[in-house]
């Protein structure tokens, strides 16, 4: 049975989509399957894996509501060894479309991905930043969650209201979900922000952060451009290497609970 991973934090621009990419990217490097689900109406993961250039194509959308089987959705080996279900601004209306449904409208997304998860070794879900019905969706499908922290002012505020929300899900919709780690983001070493910031983060939630963090690395923020991960866009950049510490991590986090 794959594991389904949430990459998931309210807050905007904190580094979701480029982890979701290069995570789902690394662990491919080292011969795992992997399934990318773009959650975000925003179809960022989407386009930086080039997955956006036929319009006919189903996208999680259509899954979700209009019944279209997942199978059918799926971009097969876009980037070396990944699939993606993509997404674009269709899903902008799903969160009003699924509040309207009487009945298991936070399930949604777990019944979508039932019959593919044996075919993977990791699903990685790219959510939107929101706390809406779509990352209760994706919340309830997932295994854990992997939370990206931006080294700035707030980050800790957010975490804390995520993790009520993760209570909130742990006690309605989904009480296996486990929080897969802290990921802090886009620090510099170079600045006291970044430095303090991690050290708060560190100091509150302990092992649940990971050893590596991403450092800044402008290398990350051109290879979506491209269409490509980190790992063909500049395999010896900072970013690279970062992406291939976590993904080590997160391998080793699994092997223990297996
Ligand atoms: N480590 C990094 N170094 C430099 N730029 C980065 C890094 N991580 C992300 N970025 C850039 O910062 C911006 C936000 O990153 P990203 O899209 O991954 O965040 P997000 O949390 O998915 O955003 P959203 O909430 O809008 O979905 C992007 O332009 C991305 O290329
Ligand atoms: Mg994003």
Not at 23 to 52: E, R, W
Not at 119 to 126: A, E, L, N, V
């Amino acid at each position: 049975m794959g594991k389904v991973m949430a990459i998931s934090n309210q807050k905007g621009g904190v580094g979701k989509t480029t982890t979701s990419i290069n995570l789902a990217s690394g662990l491919a490097h080292v011969g795992k399957k992997v399934l990318l689900i773009d959650f975000d109406s925003q179809g960022n993961a989407t386009q930086g894996l080039g997955a956006n250039q036929n319009n006919s194509q189903a996208t999680i959308y259509s899954v979700l509501m209009e019944g279209v089987p997942i199978q059918q959705a799926i971009v097969p080996k876009v980037n070396p060894r990944i699939d993606i279900v993509p997404a674009n601004i269709n899903l902008a209306g799903a969160d009003l479309d699924m509040d309207k449904m009487e009945y298991g409208k936070e399930e949604l997304l777990k019944k979508a991905i039932a019959p593919i998860r044996d075919q993977y070794d990791y699903i990685i879900i790219d959510c939107p930043p929101s706390l809406g019905l779509l990352n209760t969706n994706a919340l309830t499908a997932a295994d854990s969650i992997l939370i990206p922290v931006q080294c700035e002012y707030y980050a800790l505020e957010g975490v804390t209201q995520l993790l009520i929300t993760i209570r909130l899900v742990q006690r309605t919709s989904n009480r296996n979900l486990k929080i897969e780690g802290i990921l802090l983001t886009m620090f510099d070493i170079r600045t006291r922000l970044s430095v303090d910031v991690s050290q708060d983060v560190r100091q509150t939630f302990g092992k649940l952060v990971y050893q590596n963090s991403i450092p800044r690395n402008v290398k990350l923020s051109e290879a979506p451009s491209r269409g490509v991960s980190i790992f063909e866009y500049d395999p010896k950049s900072t970013g690279a290497k970062a992406y291939a510490g976590l993904t080590e991590e997160v391998l080793k986090r699994n092997s223990k609970e297996a």
